[in-house]
């Protein structure tokens, strides 16, 4: 499993990577083992200011759906668009190309209470 260190996570196995005011967020490595195989990815929140926890779109594997949730509260600025023709990018590269939603965020200080990758790391061993 891969958990690089300069992004946070959620124990809902989100990750999110901050850029200035704006975060690109995503589902874990682990999340998307455990998942199998993707098969299409729901965001239809694009536009939309969220709070912090809450639904912002699901992810289809081939045995399951699952909710994605907001690890920062912010606005929904765009949606990988190539997801929607290969949903497999997230099974593929998770951290990369498989990005989920670009948000801008409305309270930078909620990222500094996420779990470290060594945290998580931590979280998903038990």
């Not at 023709?85 to 670009?102: M, T």
């Amino acid at each position: 499993m891969n958990f690089p260190a300069d992004l946070k996570y959620t124990k809902d196995h989100e990750w999110i990577r901050v850029e200035g005011n704006d975060a690109f967020i995503g589902i874990t490595d682990y999340a998307q083992s455990e998942l199998g195989e993707i098969v299409f990815v729901d965001i239809t929140t694009e536009g939309e200011t969220l709070d912090q926890e809450e639904v912002f779109g699901t992810i289809e594997a081939v045995k399951t759906v699952s909710d994605l949730f907001m690890p920062v509260s912010g606005k929904v600025v765009e949606v990988n668009a190539e997801l929607e023709d290969q949903p497999e990018l997230v099974n593929e590269d998770a951290y990369g190309k498989g990005w989920l939603v670009k948000v801008t965020l409305s309270d930078l200080s909620e990222v500094d209470a996420l779990l470290s990758a060594s945290d998580y790391e931590a979280l998903i061993a038990k």
